[in-house]
């Protein structure tokens, strides 16, 4: 198995227009930019950050998840404007049966220009590599086609729909499931 001291030290990660590295308190600004805007947060768990103080309460979470050596987010941080875009990373991990979940949020601004495809191949790739995960898998809301797009082009295989699986702001939500196994991977 896999050691989690890794997360306590998680390592920065590059793609070719991407730097994924551990978030910061000087994130604030950034995931506010991104979790602010009610478009993004229409697809999410979270509900949408209504003063700076919800993101840096995010970013604390996220940082109090590394110290314990829990998974967390990665920053998305753009190679060429060095601004942080987004972020995404392990929302669960269990080890006994070397299986993992990913999510990911991006600021609007960046949309349908592949970044999130981008960094979600590094993270499986990581999760494969580095963790000895056998099965990644990744949850969407029906109605996010974007999201279901990139998780099949990142060679994630639909398994079917899982019926009011949660609630989120106010309703029970179907979420599609998709899963990418070891031996399928093919970076």
């Given at each position: 198995m896999?050691?989690?001291?890794i997360?306590?030290?998680?390592?920065?990660?590059e793609?070719?227009?991407?730097i994924?590295?551990?978030?910061?308190?000087e994130?604030?600004?950034?995931?506010?930019?991104?979790?602010?805007?009610?478009?993004v947060?229409?697809h999410?768990?979270?509900?949408?950050?209504r003063?700076?103080?919800?993101?840096?309460?995010?970013?604390a979470?996220?940082?109090?998840?590394?110290?314990h050596?829990?998974?967390?987010?990665?920053?998305?941080v753009e190679?060429?404007t060095?601004?942080?875009?987004g972020?995404g990373?392990f929302?669960s991990w269990?080890?006994?049966?070397?299986?993992?979940?990913?999510?990911?949020?991006?600021?609007?601004s960046?949309?349908?220009?592949?970044?999130?495809?981008?960094?979600?191949?590094?993270?499986i790739?990581?999760?494969?590599?580095?963790l000895?995960?056998?099965?990644?898998e990744?949850?969407?809301?029906?109605?996010?086609h974007?999201?279901?797009?990139?998780?099949?082009?990142?060679?994630?295989?639909p398994e079917?729909?899982?019926?009011e699986?949660i609630?989120?702001?106010g309703?029970y939500?179907d979420?599609?499931?998709?899963?990418?196994?070891?031996?399928?991977?093919a970076?």
């Open positions: 896999a050691n989690t001291s997360f306590t030290d998680l390592p920065t990660l793609t070719e227009r991407l994924l590295r551990p978030p910061r308190m994130d604030d600004e950034s995931v506010f930019a991104y979790a602010s805007d009610p478009v947060s229409m999410t768990v979270w509900e949408t950050h003063t700076i103080d919800d993101s840096r309460s995010f970013l979470m996220m940082l109090e998840f590394l110290k050596g829990e998974p967390a987010s990665w920053a998305f190679r060429s060095g601004r942080m875009i972020t990373g929302g269990n080890q006994q049966h070397a299986r993992a979940e990913i999510g990911y949020t991006l600021g609007r960046w949309w349908n220009m592949g970044y999130t495809t981008e960094a979600t191949r590094a993270i790739a990581f999760g494969f590599s580095r000895s995960l056998n099965r990644i990744a949850y969407c809301f029906v109605e996010n974007a999201s279901a797009r990139v998780l099949l082009k990142c060679g994630m295989q079917g729909l899982l019926r699986r609630h989120s702001k309703a939500r979420l599609n499931v998709f899963s990418v196994l070891r031996s399928e991977w970076p």
